[in-house]
Protein backbone atom coordinates (compact mmCIF):
# COMPACT_ATOMS: atom_id res chain seq x y z
CA UNK A 1 0.00 0.00 0.00
CA UNK A 2 1.17 3.48 -0.73
CA UNK A 3 0.35 6.55 0.49
CA UNK A 4 1.66 10.00 -0.89
CA UNK A 5 1.34 13.54 -0.04
CA UNK A 6 2.55 17.21 0.12
CA UNK A 7 1.52 18.39 -2.97
CA UNK A 8 0.08 21.31 -3.70
CA UNK A 9 0.23 25.48 -4.91
CA UNK A 10 3.54 27.01 -5.54
CA UNK A 11 4.42 29.51 -7.53
CA UNK A 12 7.23 29.11 -10.75
CA UNK A 13 10.34 29.21 -9.32
CA UNK A 14 9.42 27.57 -6.33
CA UNK A 15 10.00 24.42 -3.95
CA UNK A 16 7.79 21.78 -2.87
CA UNK A 17 8.60 18.38 -1.47
CA UNK A 18 6.30 14.69 -1.93
CA UNK A 19 6.03 11.86 0.36
CA UNK A 20 5.15 8.55 -0.05
CA UNK A 21 4.47 6.20 2.78
CA UNK A 22 5.25 2.57 1.89
CA UNK A 23 3.56 -0.46 3.46
CA UNK A 24 5.12 -3.75 2.28
CA UNK A 25 5.44 -6.88 3.20
CA UNK A 26 9.53 -6.86 2.12
CA UNK A 27 11.43 -4.21 0.50
CA UNK A 28 13.51 -6.34 -1.01
CA UNK A 29 14.05 -6.21 -4.45
CA UNK A 30 11.24 -3.52 -4.49
CA UNK A 31 11.92 -0.55 -6.65
CA UNK A 32 9.91 2.85 -6.01
CA UNK A 33 8.81 5.99 -8.70
CA UNK A 34 6.92 8.57 -9.36
CA UNK A 35 4.92 9.67 -12.00
CA UNK A 36 3.10 12.25 -12.77
CA UNK A 37 -0.17 12.97 -15.27
CA UNK A 38 -0.71 16.57 -16.48
CA UNK A 39 -4.62 17.03 -17.67
CA UNK A 40 -5.22 15.38 -21.01
CA UNK A 41 -1.56 13.53 -21.17
CA UNK A 42 -0.34 10.62 -20.98
CA UNK A 43 1.58 9.63 -17.71
CA UNK A 44 4.69 10.30 -17.38
CA UNK A 45 7.90 8.98 -15.74
CA UNK A 46 9.42 11.56 -13.24
CA UNK A 47 12.45 9.46 -11.31
CA UNK A 48 12.43 5.94 -9.67
CA UNK A 49 15.13 3.86 -7.05
CA UNK A 50 15.69 0.65 -5.42
CA UNK A 51 14.99 0.68 -2.07
CA UNK A 52 18.38 -1.15 -1.56
CA UNK A 53 20.03 2.26 -2.88
CA UNK A 54 20.27 1.62 -6.58
CA UNK A 55 19.87 4.12 -8.93
CA UNK A 56 18.14 6.87 -8.97
CA UNK A 57 16.97 7.59 -12.23
CA UNK A 58 15.20 10.30 -13.65
CA UNK A 59 13.57 12.18 -16.63
CA UNK A 60 15.18 14.80 -18.84
CA UNK A 61 13.00 16.95 -17.84
CA UNK A 62 13.71 17.10 -14.08
CA UNK A 63 17.28 16.50 -13.70
CA UNK A 64 19.26 18.99 -12.15
CA UNK A 65 15.71 19.67 -10.05
CA UNK A 66 14.45 17.09 -8.42
CA UNK A 67 15.81 14.98 -5.91
CA UNK A 68 14.42 11.16 -5.05
CA UNK A 69 15.27 9.90 -1.71
CA UNK A 70 14.00 7.12 0.39
CA UNK A 71 14.05 6.88 4.51
CA UNK A 72 13.85 3.22 5.69
CA UNK A 73 13.63 4.42 9.09
CA UNK A 74 10.03 5.92 8.35
CA UNK A 75 9.64 3.72 5.00
CA UNK A 76 9.12 6.77 2.90
CA UNK A 77 10.11 7.39 -0.77
CA UNK A 78 10.50 11.39 -0.94
CA UNK A 79 10.51 13.96 -4.12
CA UNK A 80 11.97 17.07 -3.79
CA UNK A 81 11.18 19.59 -6.35
CA UNK A 82 13.11 22.82 -7.15
CA UNK A 83 12.98 25.52 -9.82
CA UNK A 84 9.25 24.63 -10.93
CA UNK A 85 7.48 25.49 -13.80
CA UNK A 86 3.94 25.31 -15.31
CA UNK A 87 5.34 22.09 -17.17
CA UNK A 88 5.62 20.63 -13.64
CA UNK A 89 1.35 20.91 -12.91
CA UNK A 90 0.27 17.22 -12.91
CA UNK A 91 -1.37 14.94 -10.36
CA UNK A 92 1.86 13.27 -9.40
CA UNK A 93 1.95 9.70 -8.23
CA UNK A 94 4.34 7.36 -6.38
CA UNK A 95 4.28 3.37 -7.59
CA UNK A 96 5.98 0.19 -6.28
CA UNK A 97 7.06 -2.89 -8.36
CA UNK A 98 9.65 -6.29 -7.23
CA UNK A 99 11.97 -7.09 -9.06
CA UNK A 100 11.93 -3.96 -12.21
CA UNK A 101 15.10 -4.30 -14.31
CA UNK A 102 16.78 -0.84 -14.56
CA UNK A 103 15.63 -0.38 -18.69
CA UNK A 104 12.16 -1.18 -17.48
CA UNK A 105 12.09 1.52 -14.64
CA UNK A 106 10.47 4.30 -16.33
CA UNK A 107 7.60 2.42 -17.53
CA UNK A 108 4.21 2.64 -15.75
CA UNK A 109 2.93 -0.57 -16.87
CA UNK A 110 5.47 -2.36 -15.46
CA UNK A 111 3.93 -1.21 -11.42
CA UNK A 112 1.35 -2.95 -10.20
CA UNK A 113 1.59 -0.67 -6.87
CA UNK A 114 0.23 3.06 -6.99
CA UNK A 115 -0.72 5.48 -4.34
CA UNK A 116 -3.75 7.86 -5.13
CA UNK A 117 -1.79 10.99 -6.42
CA UNK A 118 -1.41 14.05 -4.92
CA UNK A 119 -1.27 17.28 -7.55
CA UNK A 120 1.23 19.77 -7.53
CA UNK A 121 -0.08 22.83 -9.15
CA UNK A 122 2.52 25.76 -10.13
CA UNK A 123 1.33 28.91 -11.04
CA UNK A 124 2.87 32.23 -12.28
Known amino acids: QLQASGGGLVLTGGSLSLSCTAS????????LGWFRQAPGKEREFVTA????????YYADSVKGRFTISRDRAKKTVNLQMNNLNAEDTAVYYC???????????????????WGQGTLVTVSS
Open 95 to 113: AASYRLIVGLMHRHDRYPY
Open 24 to 31: ARTFNDLS
Open 49 to 56: MRWSGGGP
